[in-house]
C-alpha cells in the first residue's frame, strides 16, 4: 500500500492492517448471523431498553432491495433513557468559545454559550479533554487526570459549568484518555526512575543487543508509522507508545494502573459528570509475549491481537460499565459509557458486551462518516450491514464528523447536500453524536504550512487534522466573534462573515433553521422507536422510511447525485397515502415544508433531500 493510502487510513483512524474493512462494501450481508446474535437473554435487554429484530421484507417482491427492521416492542417503548432520545453534542473547548481574550477556547466561553446549546436542543455535551496537558497531542496528552489545564480555566469554573449545564437540563460527558498519559505526567516521571509504585505503570522492556548493537524488542509500529519502542536512557529500556512517542502508554497488566483509572473515574462522577467517553480503548492492551506481528498480504503488520482488540480491552469496559452501574444506584440517573474504535464491525460491536457482562452504552458508529459521495446502493449496504449486526438490544449511534476525520461532512457529501445528511444522522434510530459546527455546515478550512500546530501535521504530507478545528462561527464580527484577538490559536474560516449562528439564525431558511426541524420532528415516537427500512430509490436516490403498525409512516428521501430526479414512492411501498406531506426540506430543494407532493411523482433536485409524511 502506498504511503498516501496509508495516511488516508490514519486520517480515518481506520485499522490500516485490516483487510477486511477495507474489503466491506464487497461483503454479503448475511441474515443468518442476524439470526444467530439473538442469544441474549432478557436482562440485558432491559437493560439496553430495546430489543431489535430483523426480518427481511419479501412482500412487495424487492427483497433484495429492501430490508425491513422491526424494533419488536416486547419492552416498553416509552421507557428509553435519556442517552437514547437526547442528542449528543461534541465540543472541542479549544474552539468553541474564548472568554479571556488569549485566542483560545476555555470554559467560562462554554458557560457564555450555554444558551445556544438550549436552543439547539441537545441533551449532552461531550466535552474533548480539559486536563493539563502539554498539549502535543492538545490535550489527549494528559499531566493530570485530576486537573483542569490553565488554557481551560479553574476547577471552580468547571464546577460552575457542570451546575449551570445541569440547570438547563444539559448533561456533560467527559473525554478519558485511559490508554497513555503525556511523558510530562508525574507517573511516567517516577516510573522512568524506578520509583516504587510507579515502576511498572508502563510498558518498560529491555533491547535487544546483537552484536553490540541496541534494536528495539520487536516489529510493531505505532499508529503514526514509526516504531512503537523509545528508548530511555535514564531507565535502560525502551518503553511502549501507540501514539505520540510523548504518549507513553499505560501498563494495563498492572492491576494498580487500573485501579488508579477507576479511582479518577470516581473523581469525576463525584463531581457530577454524567458518563464518560472513552478514547482509543482498542488499544489498550498489548501481547504480553511481545511475538513480532506477522506482515499481512498489504503490506502492513496484523494489530489485531498484537497491539489492537485483545480480549482484554472488552473485559475492561465491561469493569467501567460495573463501576458506573454501581453510581446509578446513588440517584438512579444513568452514567453512560461511550467508546472510540474504529475496528472491523465483528470487534466493534464486542464493545456492547452481553447479558452477564454489560459494555459500552455503545461504541461511536463511524459507518456514516465513512462514505464520503457514494450511490444510493452503497448507502443502502452500509446502513443494512450496521443495523444488521447490531447485537439484539443494543442500541446505535451516529456520527458524520469528529474533531479527528479529517475532512467535515460537508467536504465529504458537498454543503448542498448536509441537510439531508443530518436527516439521516437524526432521523435513524439511535442516538446522534453531532461534532459542533456541523449544525452550521460548517466548512474545512485552507491552513498553510505555518499555521499548522501538531507535529503530526508538519511531518506528514496529507490532510492535518486541524483544518476540522478551527475556531466556532458565532457571528460576522472580527474572528467570528469566537475572540477579541485578531490572532485566534487557529484562524477563523473565512466564510464566517456569511457562515454563523447569528446570520442562520436570523435567516428565513438556513441549515441551522433545518437542523433545528429536524431535532425538533425527532421528538416523535416513532423516530424512537418505529421500524427502519432502507431504499434505493435509483442509483442516486437514496431513501429510508420510519413507520410502525399505528402511526404515519416518514420518508426521507436524498438525492445524492447531481441530476434533476423524478420520484414514485409507491412503487417501492404500495401501502401509502397518495399525497405526502413535505414536513422539512433541504435548503435547496424546490419544495416548502407544508407543501404537498404526489407520492407517485415528484422531483428532487441535485443535493436536495426531504421528510415527507405519510397519513398511514
Ligand atoms: C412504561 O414506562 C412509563 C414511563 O417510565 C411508565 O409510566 C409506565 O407505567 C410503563 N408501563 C408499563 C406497562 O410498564
Ligand atoms: C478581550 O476580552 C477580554 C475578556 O473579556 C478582556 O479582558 C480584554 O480586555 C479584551 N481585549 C480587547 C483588546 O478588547
Ligand atoms: C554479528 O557479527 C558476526 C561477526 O561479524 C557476523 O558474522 C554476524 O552475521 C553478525 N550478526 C548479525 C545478526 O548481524
Ligand atoms: C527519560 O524520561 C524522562 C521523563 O520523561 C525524561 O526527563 C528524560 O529526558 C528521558 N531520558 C532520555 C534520555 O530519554
Ligand atoms: C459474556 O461475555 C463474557 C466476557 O466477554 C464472556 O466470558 C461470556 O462467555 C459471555 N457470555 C455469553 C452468554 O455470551
Ligand atoms: C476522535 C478522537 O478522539 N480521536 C483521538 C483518539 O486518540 C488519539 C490519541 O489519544 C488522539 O490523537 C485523537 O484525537
Ligand atoms: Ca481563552
Ligand atoms: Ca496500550
Known amino acids: 500500500m502506498s504511503f498516501f493510502l496509508f495516511l488516508y487510513f490514519i486520517i480515518l483512524g481506520v485499522e490500516a492492517g485490516n483487510k477486511k474493512l477495507v474489503n466491506l462494501h464487497h461483503q454479503e450481508i448475511s441474515s443468518i448471523e442476524l439470526r444467530s446474535n439473538k442469544i441474549l437473554t432478557s436482562a440485558f ?23 425491513k427492521y422491526n424494533f419488536l416492542s416486547k419492552k416498553n417503548k416509552t421507557n428509553l433513557d435519556w442517552w437514547q432520545t437526547g442528542i449528543i453534542y461534541e465540543i472541542y473547548p479549544r474552539s468553541f468559545m474564548d472568554s479571556t481574550g488569549n485566542g483560545i477556547g476555555d470554559l467560562r466561553g462554554i458557560i457564555k454559550k450555554i444558551p445556544y446549546l438550549k436552543y439547539l436542543g441537545i441533551c449532552a455535551v461531550w466535552l ?46 467527559l473525554d478519558i484518555v485511559p490508554n497513555h498519559t503525556s511523558d510530562q505526567h508525574e507517573w511516567f516521571d517516577k516510573s522512568v526512575q524506578s520509583i516504587e509504585p510507579y515502576t511498572d505503570y508502563y510498558l518498560w522492556v529491555d533491547a535487544k ?96 491481537g498484537y497491539t489492537q482488540a485483545l480480549d482484554e480491552c472488552f473485559y475492561e469496559v465491561n469493569d467501567w460499565r460495573s463501576l458506573l452501574e454501581e453510581y446509578k444506584k446513588n440517584d438512579g440517573q444513568t452514567k453512560i459509557i461511550i467508546v472510540e474504535t474504529y475496528l472491523d464491525l465483528k470487534y466493534t460491536m464486542k464493545y456492547y458486551g452481553n447479558e452477564t457482562n454489560l459494555g459500552a452504552h455503545f461504541p461511536l458508529n463511524v459507518c456514516l462518516a465513512r462514505l464520503d459521495h457514494p450511490s444510493a446502493k452503497e448507502f443502502v449496504e452500509k446502513l443494512t450491514e450496521w443495523i444488521s449486526n447490531l447485537p439484539s438490544g443494543a442500541w446505535s449511534s451516529w456520527i458524520i464528523g469528529n474533531h479527528d476525520i479529517r475532512r467535515r461532512a460537508t467536504t465529504r457529501f458537498g454543503l448542498e ?23 452550521l455546515g460548517m466548512t474545512d478550512t485552507y491552513l498553510r504550512y505555518d499555521q499548522l500546530i501538531e507535529d503530526m501535521s508538519k511531518e506528514f504530507a496529507g490532510i492535518p487534522r486541524e483544518t476540522v478545528r478551527t475556531p466556532f462561527q458565532w457571528d460576522s464580527s472580527p474572528q467570528a466573534g469566537f475572540s477579541n484577538k485578531t490572532k485566534t490559536w487557529l484562524p477563523v474560516n473565512p466564510n464566517y462573515v456569511t457562515l454563523n449562528v447569528e446570520f442562520e439564525q436570523n435567516a428565513r431558511r438556513s441549515h441551522l433553521k433545518i437542523f433545528k426541524e429536524i431535532v425538533n420532528l425527532r421528538q416523535l415516537e416513532i423516530f424512537r422507536t ?35 430526479e423524478n420520484i414514485n414512492l409507491k412503487k417501492f411501498k404500495k401501502r401509502l397515502s397518495s399525497k405526502l406531506t413535505v414536513k422539512i426540506s433541504s435548503l435547496f430543494a424546490e419544495q416548502n415544508n407544508g407543501d404537498v407532493v404526489s407520492a407517485k411523482s415528484f422531483t428532487l433536485r441535485p443535493s436536495a433531500a426531504l421528510v415527507l409524511e405519510s397519513s398511514f
Do not use: C
Not at 156 to 165: Q, R
Not at 224 to 239: D, L, P, V
Not at 426 to 435: A, D, F, N, Q
Open 128 to 173: 474533548t479533554p480539559i486536563y493539563p496537558s502539554p498539549g502535543v497531542d492538545l490535550g489527549y496528552d494528559i499531566m493530570n487526570y485530576r486537573g483542569i489545564d490553565e488554557l481551560m480555566g479553574t476547577m471552580e469554573d468547571f464546577e460552575e459549568l457542570i451546575n449551570k449545564l445541569h440547570e438547563s437540563g444539559i448533561k456533560i460527558i
Open 417 to 439: 447536500l448536509i441537510d439531508g445528511i443530518h436527516m439521516l444522522q437524526l432521523l435513524l434510530p439511535g442516538t446522534p453524536v453531532v461534532y459542533m459546527g456541523d449544525e
Open 530 to 564: 418505529g421500524d427502519v427500512k432502507f431504499y434505493e430509490i435509483s442509483e442516486y436516490v437514496f431513501a429510508f422510511s420510519r413507520s410502525n403498525k399505528f402511526l404515519k409512516t416518514y420518508f426521507t428521501v436524498i438525492n445524492l447525485g447531481s441530476e434533476l
Open 45 to 67: 435487554n432491559h437493560l439496553q431498553n430495546l430489543e431489535y429484530e430483523v426480518i427481511e421484507d419479501n412482500m412487495e417482491g424487492l427483497s433484495n432491495k429492501l430490508k
Open 209 to 304: 543487543y546483537v552484536n553490540g548493537t541496541r534494536q528495539v524488542p520487536n516489529n510493531w509500529k505505532s499508529l503514526f508509522g514509526n516504531s512503537i519502542w523509545e528508548w530511555n536512557e535514564t531507565r535502560q529500556k525502551y518503553y511502549l507508545h501507540q501514539f505520540y512517542k510523548q504518549q507513553p502508554d499505560l501498563n494495563y497488566w498492572n492491576p494498580l494502573v487500573r485501579e488508579e483509572i477507576k479511582d479518577m473515574m470516581r473523581f469525576w462522577l463525584d463531581k457530577g459528570v454524567d458518563g464518560f467517553r472513552m478514547d482509543a480503548i482498542a488499544h489498550l492492551y498489548e501481547r504480553p509475549d511481545l511475538l513480532d506481528a506477522p506482515v499481512l498480504g498489504d503490506g502492513n503488520l496484523q494489530k489485531v
